[in-house]
């Protein structure tokens, strides 16, 4: 993929454009903004000598956000989606010393540099579809080195793509090897020690646990949680994924940004998360591949008001994912959600559950370029097609970069 700091500028005038619902539009992008989008006839006399640049009727949208992933991590576990076909379950998989337990020894035994490749690569696939803005995760280090190795990868992605990473620590994934059986301690190291130290190092922009029987109780993920808030680092959590443990709740009693697989979601947690404004994580890779029948409360969330976000939850084990649009087709036959529901779960929702509601997820003045331009008919094309990714050409921060 081509440098991004070598990539054309997108400023001018960007006319022949439909909308999502069909309109013709036209835009203005200068100084790596969006300065103006309307219709075409309306364009401000200031911008009608810009530079043009021709859409040739394609349909534009906001930029892609994957708003939950787990990008940076050593090795891989295919070995494990062989023993699920076999008969073997997430937890008994866990227990046995796989699951999150391999990934983290493969990524202490990965160099920086390493990670860095090879989260490349996956990073690499998912702009090419249109993704303007990413979560990545640590959890797999699960000790302050480790930790600020996955965290300084997510930062140096971020400069070298011109992307917009949130990097989430996820220190409280699981219990380390060394801390067995002594989960209470392992949190003190989490909340006093690499929380603070990762913090004043400019690594976290928010702070996620794993609240499930094979993880963290309710107790523990709290600690977490009141450590985040007391350095002013905004929460998110793991939450209902294997059960109901009334996690989402309790996130959103402490202004959670999300919950995230909810399959267990109780009517409680919804009530808790509408009151919060928490956004509903939807994850329809792991549910796919763990062969989940456990539907999340879609129809719920759907009558409470609660936003919807949809990604693809890259990673090594649940979900090795590398196309959001397929995650918006899963959301759609499997979840049943509507077109448009998908789509702003992958745009605006999204956006919101990283906490960047006001500069992405949605087309408007003021705000910095990330806008793809599809050569489709239809909008609804987005979430029908799936194996092959739609021609596109994608704005990331006001530069133009080459899609499919």
């Given at each position: 993929?081509?440098?991004?700091?070598?990539?054309?500028?997108?400023?001018?005038?960007w006319t022949q454009l439909r909308a999502i619902d069909g309109a013709p539009c036209a835009?203005?992008?200068?100084?790596?903004?969006?300065?103006?989008?309307?219709?075409?006839?309306?364009?401000?006399?200031?911008?009608?000598?810009?530079?043009?640049?021709?859409?040739?009727g394609a349909l534009v949208t906001p930029g892609l956000v994957d708003c939950h992933t787990?990008?940076?991590?050593?090795?891989?576990?295919?070995?494990?989606?062989?023993?699920?076909?076999?008969?073997?379950?997430?937890?008994?998989?866990?227990?046995?010393?796989?699951?999150?337990?391999?990934?983290?020894?493969?990524?202490?035994?990965?160099?920086?540099?390493?990670?860095?490749?090879?989260?490349?690569?996956?990073?690499?696939?998912?702009?090419?579809?249109?993704?303007?803005?990413?979560?990545?995760?640590?959890?797999?280090?699960?000790?302050?080195?480790?930790?600020?190795?996955?965290?300084?990868?997510?930062?140096?992605?971020?400069?070298?793509?011109?992307?917009?990473?949130?990097?989430?620590?996820?220190?409280?994934?699981?219990?380390?090897?060394?801390?067995?059986?002594?989960?209470?301690?392992?949190?003190?190291?989490?909340?006093?020690?690499?929380?603070?130290?990762?913090?004043?190092?400019?690594?976290?922009?928010?702070?996620?646990?794993?609240?499930?029987?094979?993880?963290?109780?309710?107790?523990?993920?709290?600690?977490?949680?009141?450590?985040?808030?007391?350095?002013?680092?905004?929460?998110?959590?793991?939450?209902?994924?294997?059960?109901?443990?009334?996690?989402?709740?309790?996130?959103?009693?402490?202004?959670?940004?999300?919950?995230?697989?909810?399959?267990?979601?109780?009517?409680?947690?919804?009530?808790?998360?509408?009151?919060?404004?928490?956004?509903?994580?939807?994850?329809?890779?792991?549910?796919?591949?763990?062969?989940?029948?456990?539907?999340?409360?879609?129809?719920?969330?759907?009558?409470?008001?609660?936003?919807?976000?949809?990604?693809?939850?890259?990673?090594?084990?649940?979900?090795?994912?590398?196309?959001?649009?397929?995650?918006?087709?899963?959301?759609?036959?499997?979840?049943?959600?509507?077109?448009?529901?998908?789509?702003?779960?992958?745009?605006?929702?999204?956006?919101?559950?990283?906490?960047?509601?006001?500069?992405?997820?949605?087309?408007?003045?003021?705000?910095?370029?990330?806008?793809?331009?599809?050569?489709?008919?239809?909008?609804?094309?987005?979430?029908?097609?799936?194996?092959?990714?739609?021609?596109?050409?994608?704005?990331?921060?006001?530069?133009?970069?080459?899609?499919?």
């Amino acid at each position: 993929m081509q440098a991004f700091d070598t990539l054309p500028s997108a400023d001018g005038l960007w006319t022949q454009l439909r909308a999502i619902d069909g309109a013709p539009c036209a835009l203005v992008v200068a100084n790596g903004r969006i300065q103006w989008i309307g219709p075409p006839g309306a364009v401000p006399a200031e911008h009608a000598g810009a530079p043009r640049h021709d859409g040739a009727g394609a349909l534009v949208t906001p930029g892609l956000v994957d708003c939950h992933t787990h990008l940076v991590y050593g090795g891989q576990r295919a070995n494990e989606f062989a023993m699920r076909l076999a008969g073997a379950t997430y937890e008994e998989i866990a227990r046995a010393g796989g699951g999150i337990a391999s990934s983290v020894r493969a990524t202490r035994e990965a160099g920086e540099d390493e990670l860095f490749a090879s989260a490349s690569r996956r990073l690499e696939q998912l702009l090419a579809e249109g993704v303007c803005a990413i979560e990545i995760k640590s959890g797999y280090g699960l000790s302050l080195e480790q930790e600020r190795k996955q965290l300084r990868v997510a930062r140096r992605l971020a400069q070298a793509y011109g992307v917009t990473v949130r990097a989430t620590f996820l220190g409280a994934h699981a219990l380390p090897p060394e801390y067995a059986g002594r989960s209470g301690e392992y949190i003190d190291l989490v909340c006093n020690e690499m929380m603070p130290a990762l913090h004043a190092e400019g690594l976290i922009d928010a702070v996620d646990a794993f609240c499930e029987r094979i993880a963290f109780t309710l107790e523990e993920t709290e600690r977490v949680f009141k450590a985040a808030r007391s350095l002013g680092i905004p929460v998110k959590l793991h939450a209902g994924q294997l059960s109901d443990m009334g996690g989402a709740a309790l996130a959103a009693r402490h202004g959670a940004l999300s919950c995230d697989h909810i399959e267990h979601l109780s009517q409680a947690g919804i009530d808790a998360m509408k009151a919060s404004g928490t956004v509903a994580v939807l994850l329809p890779g792991a549910y796919y591949t763990l062969r989940d029948t456990h539907l999340p409360p879609i129809e719920a969330l759907r009558a409470a008001g609660v936003p919807m976000a949809v990604s693809t939850d890259h990673n090594p084990g649940t979900s090795p994912a590398l196309s959001l649009l397929l995650m918006a087709n899963m959301a759609c036959t499997l979840f049943r959600l509507t077109v448009p529901e998908a789509l702003d779960g992958i745009t605006r929702h999204a956006a919101r559950a990283l906490g960047l509601q006001d500069t992405h997820g949605v087309l408007a003045a003021g705000r910095p370029a990330n806008f793809v331009l599809w050569k489709l008919r239809d909008a609804a094309e987005l979430a029908y097609w799936f194996g092959g990714r739609p021609q596109c050409t994608i704005v990331r921060q006001g530069r133009v970069a080459r899609g499919n």
